[in-house]
């Protein structure tokens, strides 16, 4: 792998979110008899592949691969972006724990994810260290989401948003080049201090295909693709 890969999370405020994110598309850099399939490519081959193609054409910072070579990853794989400082990546699952599951860049940023639904990131900055809020897909009309930081004294701040949930209707979208039916379910929330409107696209069996889900107000929202579901 290339250097940029090594670099820690700690770096991500300066350095670009796909340095940190030419994402471990297998388990391991190079191929191996546990890798091949029944062709006998190496999965090792497409993570290379789609590893040279996760940073845009300057460096900046943005996923480049194909839909197909995202497609065509062996493990499950999200895509992030975040519009606010324009930058997406690709991460993989790295754990199942109670309360969700976490993906991570290869740098070691993570989102944990509860149904689709993000609940936690780390090693961005101006993280969101936890949320309560009801789970979107069931919850309907009036709600609260309280979104928790850390402030400038390094205690958790509590930011409360007040929410109208509700199912916009069935809307298809596309997502690394395949076209999913879904029901759009908007969320839209206020405090004194912002406002904003979540959207999640979300099949018949629950799953959350694609969403967009404000974090902090220094991030701004997040745009989530899940490749494999």
């Known amino acids: 792998m290339g250097t940029g890969v090594a670099m820690n999370a ?20 190079g191929g191996g008899p546990g890798n091949e399939n029944g062709n006998g490519t190496v999965y090792g081959e497409v993570g290379s592949a789609v590893r ?10 943005r996923v480049t691969a194909t839909a197909e070579q995202l497609r065509n990853n062996p493990d499950p794989l999200i895509v992030v972006a975040i519009p606010k400082r324009d930058l997406s990546a690709g991460l993989t699952r790295q754990a199942v724990i109670p309360g969700g599951e976490v993906w991570a860049t ?25 949320v309560e ?15 928790y ?8 701040l509590r930011l409360r948003y007040f ?18 039916p879904t ?8 405090s004194d ?8 696209w979300v099949q018949s069996n629950g799953l959350i295909r694609k969403s967009v889900q404000f974090v902090t107000p220094e991030l701004g929202p997040f745009e989530i693709e899940d490749i494999h579901g």
Do not use: K
């Not at 809020?133 to 979104?147: E, L, M, N, Q, S």
């Not at 979208?173 to 395949?178: L, Y």
């Open 10 to 29: 700690r770096n991500w405020r300066t350095a670009p979110w796909a340095a940190l994110a030419a994402v471990a598309l297998v388990a391991g850099c």
């Open 163 to 180: 929410c109208e949930i509700a199912d916009a209707g069935p809307q298809r979208v596309t997502v690394a080049g395949v076209s999913y």
């Open 106 to 130: 290869q740098g070691g940023v993570t989102v944990t994810l509860e149904n689709g639904q993000i609940r936690t990131t780390r090693g961005i900055g101006h993280d969101l260290m936890s």
């Open 133 to 147: 809020a009801p789970d979107v897909r069931t919850a309907r009309g009036g709600t609260v989401r309280d979104h």
């Open 193 to 200: 201090a912002a406002a904003f409107e979540n959207r999640y």
């Open 183 to 190: 029901r759009l379910i908007t969320e839209r929330c206020r």
């Open 52 to 61: 040279s193609l996760i940073t845009g054409r300057d460096g900046g910072g």
């Open 149 to 156: 930081q850390l402030g400038g004294d390094e205690l958790p």
